[in-house]
């Protein structure tokens, strides 16, 4: 049982290029999260998923899309990569309505210079 | 809006040392809270919650209080471990759990 994977672990880019972040979950759950945690700010939620088929903004959503592909997989994409998006990005998934608890994947860590 | 502040670190202790993080947050409504720990080089794990005021959750002797009056939920654990040093985060979450509100982190360091 692997929980929630992340990949890359690692990646640099440089100003301008794009690139997708992956996410999978192999616990059958409902809703999913993408997380940048900065020094000093904890985690700030980028978008989440309620439910397979749906998206909505989080705090920080500017300069990031996103896709739920299907009830496992939650991908995140930078268009065109800044300075400011240096940062490690944690995907977290959750079983549904009636629970509270995430799991977070890893992590990946992003450097943009 | 929503928000957590906890206090900074990093906090240093002995082992076997008393410790509390201190955790205040504000919320519009009735949110339940959480604590969330980073061990180093991993993503972060429920540590414990509580989900209405007075509640008081508990997990690996560590415990926190939810308490309204105060709008409060500190962390403490009676006598910590070199185990125990990693960053803990305070969180909250309003109703249907679709968002989570997370404070800066408190880092831990337990020398024997």
């Known amino acids: 049982n692997a929980g929630v994977t992340q990949t890359p672990k690692f990646q640099v880019l440089k100003t301008g290029q794009s690139m997708t972040l992956q996410c999978a979950q192999d616990?059958?759950?409902?809703?999913m999260y993408w997380y940048r945690q900065d020094p000093g700010m904890g985690l700030r939620l980028i978008y989440y998923?309620?439910?397979?088929?749906?998206?909505d903004k989080g705090e920080v959503p500017n300069g990031y899309n996103v896709s739920r592909l299907n009830k496992r997989e939650f991908s995140l994409r930078l268009e065109s990569a800044a300075p400011s998006q240096t940062s490690v990005y944690f995907c977290?998934?959750?079983?549904?309505?009636?629970?509270?608890?995430?799991?977070f994947g890893p992590g990946t860590r992003l450097t943009v210079t | 809006g929503d928000s957590v502040t906890q206090m900074e670190g990093p906090v240093t202790l002995s082992e076997e040392a008393f410790l509390t993080i201190n955790c205040t947050y504000t919320?519009?409504?009735?949110?339940?809270l959480f604590w969330y720990v980073q061990y180093p080089g991993e993503g972060l794990q429920l540590l414990l919650k509580?989900?209405?005021?007075?509640d008081k959750g508990s997990n690996k002797g560590f415990e926190a209080t939810y308490r309204k009056e105060t709008t409060s939920f500190h962390l403490e654990k009676g006598s910590v471990q070199v185990s125990d040093s990693a960053v803990y985060f305070c969180?909250?979450?309003?109703?249907?759990?679709?968002?989570?509100?997370f404070g800066s982190g408190t880092k831990l360091n337990v020398k024997p």
């Open positions: 977290a998934s959750r079983e549904g309505p009636l629970s509270s608890e995430q799991y």
């Open positions: 616990m059958n759950h409902n809703s």
């Open positions: 998923s309620a439910s397979e088929g749906t998206t």
């Open positions: 919320a519009t409504g009735y949110p339940s």
């Open positions: 509580a989900t209405k005021a007075d």
């Open positions: 969180a909250l979450s309003e109703y249907n759990f679709n968002k989570f509100y």
